[in-house]
């Protein structure tokens, strides 16, 4: 059953939390989205995003967090830096921007608490990822702890997406009824090109492999 209260929804215009956003306006009364710019390699992102908000009909909030990229040096925020195809061995991927997660939730919970909104929805997951460590489930359960005792409030992070892999990710486009919006009108990939994207860059892999995937399965059912 649809429940009463209202969700903020961490919003990029990516394929994870658009699934996020239409998961969001199902099972939530009222929604709305929150875009971080923090000096990402495509400020297209920002429109895209803006785009499809307006087309789930939902009120668009960006903040300005690019504070961020001034903290690290990595390759999603500095274009000096050239991007890690493979994960490293004994590290990171040089895509992770380290606290990221973190400031997003809080900055997310402030803006929340603003709008008398308890529940914060991000489309993070510990499957088929990087294993960045702010993408873990232990790690959002903490975060949400912290954030309730210093602020002396109840949120309720979700994470619709944690334990899915990508396939299951269009899976669950497909069952919300948004398999083609999110298929055409998303960006995921690191290099900006909308939808299928570059085809060459780590996201662009992972989101096609789960795409192929899923199209296999859906074929044969
Ligand atoms: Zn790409």
């Not at 306006?25 to 390699?41: A, D």
């Not at 899976?171 to 009824?177: F, N, Q």
Request: charged share 20%.
């Amino acid at each position: 059953m649809k429940s009463k209260e209202s969700a903020l929804v961490l919003f990029s215009g990516g394929q994870d939390s658009t699934t996020c956003l239409f998961w969001a306006i199902k099972e939530f009364e009222s929604v709305r989205t929150l875009c971080f710019t923090y000096g990402q390699r495509h400020s297209k992102e920002v429109e895209i995003a803006r785009n499809i908000a307006h087309q789930a009909n939902v009120p668009f909030q960006m903040l300005d967090a690019s504070i961020i990229s001034q903290l690290s040096v990595n390759s999603l925020t500095d274009v000096n830096v050239v991007m890690d195809s493979e994960k490293p061995e004994d590290n990171y991927p040089n895509t992770f921007v380290p606290g990221r997660n973190l400031l997003f939730l809080t900055f997310a919970a402030v803006i929340a608490r603003s709008h008398g909104i308890r529940h914060i929805v991000t489309g993070v997951s510990e499957a088929d990822y990087s294993g960045y460590p702010d993408c873990r489930d232990t790690f959002i359960m903490s975060a949400n702890t912290s954030i309730n005792l210093a602020m002396d409030e109840h949120f309720q992070i979700h994470t619709p997406l944690m334990w899915r892999d990508k396939t299951a990710v269009w899976e669950l486009a497909d069952e919300l009824g948004v398999f083609a919006l999110i298929r055409d009108k998303t960006l995921t990939c690191y290099n900006g090109i909308i939808a299928d994207g570059c085809g060459e860059c780590p996201s662009c892999r992972l989101r096609k492999q789960g795409l192929d995937n899923y199209l296999k399965i859906k074929n044969h059912t």
